[in-house]
């Protein structure tokens, strides 16, 4: 049974337009213009024309960013993805974790990705729910008034090898060095944070849970279902995915079937700093990767991308990450 875990009042959530100049050798951002509540950004989010994709200058909607989280989880590591249905769009995919960047933090979109992490990937123990750090600073815990978290133990995040070409905001160039790429069917430039997540060893029978808002009735909606965890791992062999999909709950790894399958477009290929594609099949993605899929029972559909015909709107999702 899905359990209401946070309301909020999205009346104040600003973001800010972009302008975005674009060399072989580099990306650059700073903000345009005034603040835009959530409507007048998605007014702005329409596909652009940029002809040459290593070299270019123009005006995007929004900033958002990603964490490719790498879990590192007895012995083993592994991609974690989270399932979404996106009724802008009438389909499901699996999306690495992601969000708007709000205007105070666009020349710390860092810190944004790590809040994401703490309200988009939740971890479940025989003890109760851990806290998490980056670095020196505790991650916030948005569901501490309605889950029991532990004192004594939490996860760490960590930043891992960042991307080749440098990202700059005005004159600040971003430490860790994020993948940049600008998603041209929505306008907007979007960054990938690597991290990684290491847990504590007294950690029991983990469960790992997403958990997202959706706005209902005017008010943000943030639901727990653990009949539905919609957190789901790629392991890696020698830091490369491998062609599996899988869960882990109460400390059991679960195979997670990958028919009718679709990856959010941060899987796609990227064409000097352009992103053209909506998304991704599966198998599609495999292919790039030159992986060979595993063959699926014939019973079971874990995806479907028939239209989403439910009144709840998305707000949190950077894009279709």
């Known amino acids: 049974m899905p359990r209401i875990i946070s309301r909020k009042n999205p009346a104040t959530f600003k973001t800010l337009p972009l302008y975005v100049e674009a060399t072989p050798d580099g990306i650059a951002y700073q903000s345009l213009g005034r603040p835009l509540n959530f ?14 994709s290593q070299r270019f200058a123009v005006e995007l909607a929004n900033l958002g960013v990603s964490v490719r989280l790498t879990l590192n989880w007895q012995g083993r590591e592994y991609w974690l993805l989270v399932r979404q249905r996106r009724h802008d ?17 666009l020349n710390l979109p860092l810190l944004t990705a790590i809040q994401e992490v703490a309200e988009e990937c939740l971890l479940e123990t025989s003890e109760g729910w851990l806290y998490g750090r980056f670095g020196d600073t505790w991650l916030p ?30 004159n600040l160039t971003l430490l860790e060095r994020p993948r940049a790429y600008v998603h041209v069917p929505t306008a907007s430039l979007q960054l990938v944070y690597d991290l990684r997540l290491d847990l504590p060893k ?3 029978q983990l469960s790992l849970l ?28 020698g830091g490369r995915p491998t ?5 882990l709950r109460q400390g059991q790894l679960v195979p997670a079937s990958t028919r009718g399958l679709w990856l959010a477009e941060s899987f796609a290929a990227q064409d000097g700093w352009l992103v053209r594609d909506e998304r991704i099949r599966w ?13 699926e029972k014939p019973e079971g559909t874990a995806f479907s991308n028939a239209p989403a015909h439910s009144p709840q709107v998305r707000l949190d999702t950077a894009t279709a990450v």
């Open 210 to 237: 997403h958990v997202d808002e959706y706005l209902e009735n005017g008010k943000l909606i943030a639901r727990l279902d653990h009949s539905r965890p919609d957190l789901y791992l790629i392991p890696l062999e």
């Open 141 to 170: 815990a948005p569901y501490e008034g309605a889950l029991k978290y532990r004192e004594n133990i939490h996860f760490r995040l960590s930043p891992r090898s960042g991307a080749a070409r440098p990202v700059q905001c005005g």
């Open 39 to 52: 409507s007048e950004m998605l007014e702005r989010r329409k596909p652009v024309e940029l002809p040459d």
């Open 283 to 295: 198998k599609d993605w495999l292919a790039l990767q030159n992986l060979t899929p595993k063959a």
């Open 243 to 247: 062609a599996e999909l899988l869960t």
């Open 89 to 105: 769009r009438g389909d499901v995919v699996l999306k690495l974790i992601s969000g708007y960047v709000p205007a105070h933090e």
């Open 202 to 204: 007294e950690s029991k």
